[in-house]
């Protein structure tokens, strides 16, 4: 009974690809989130959702483009990758008062 | 501008000895504060979360952390560390905006036999 699940945890693509990171959540919550952690671990948001509504977009590239189908799912779709978005790739969800829980990352390699 | 320093990248302390991560940040309005812990190749756990009252907050795992408005720190403790508390620790700062997470730098906790 996971609470925030990812898939697939592991990717490996060549440059210029287009990939799709999928998440879901069983915890009821209404807003979702997509974070970065570069190779340096630093962890940085892109994106946020609110009842399937985007409410964050922290300077993302637009090859980057999320979206929610409904409230327990946010997708993230990649286009054209490059080397620079190898990174690890967060989702994670909350309710009220930022508790923010998270998944456990896939990890995308670009070749 | 909303940061989060972490002054420690790593940290190496024996079993059974005490611990402290630090943590500072910069925000402008009320801080809700959290550290999280990540072992590796793992996805983040909350450890503790500081909303408002008590500025000493107990957490999951033995940890507490303590939150100083006047030194704009929320610094971490644990007063016997197990070989199994070997992970990165993030401090997060959050507030308004959405439930946005600002956080830190990330250290990195060994633990000697």
């Known amino acids: 009974d996971t609470a925030v699940s990812q898939t697939p945890k592991y990717l490996v693509t060549q440059m210029g690809n287009d990939k799709s990171i999928k998440c879901e959540q069983n915890l009821g919550h209404d807003t979702m989130y997509w974070y970065k952690q570069d190779s340096k671990k630093f962890l940085k948001i892109m994106f946020s959702y609110n009842n399937k509504e985007l409410i964050i977009n922290e300077t993302v590239p637009n090859r980057f483009s999320p979206k929610s189908p409904d409230k327990a799912h946010l997708n993230l779709h990649i286009n054209s990758l490059e080397l620079g978005d190898s990174a690890v790739y967060f989702c994670?969800?909350?309710?009220?008062?930022?508790?923010?829980?998270f998944g456990p990352g896939t990890r995308l390699t670009v070749t | 501008a909303q940061s989060v320093t972490q002054p420690d990248i790593h940290i190496t302390v024996s079993e059974g000895a005490s611990l402290e991560l630090r943590c500072n940040y910069s925000?402008?309005?009320?801080?809700?504060l959290f550290w999280y812990v990540q072992s590796p190749g793992q996805g983040l756990q909350l450890l503790l979360k500081?909303?408002?009252?008590?500025?000493l907050v107990q957490g999951i795992k033995g940890f507490e952390a303590e939150f100083k408005r006047s030194q704009s720190s929320f610094n971490l403790r644990k007063p016997s560390v197990h070989w199994s508390d070997a992970a990165e620790y993030f401090c997060?700062?959050?507030?308004?905006?959405?439930?946005?997470?600002?956080f830190g730098q990330g250290t990195e906790l060994s633990v000697k036999p």
């Open positions: 997060a700062v959050g507030g308004a905006q959405g439930g946005k997470l600002i």
């Open positions: 500081y909303f408002s009252g008590d500025t």
């Open positions: 925000y402008g309005a009320t801080p809700y």
């Open positions: 994670a969800s909350s309710q009220v008062s930022y508790e923010q829980y």
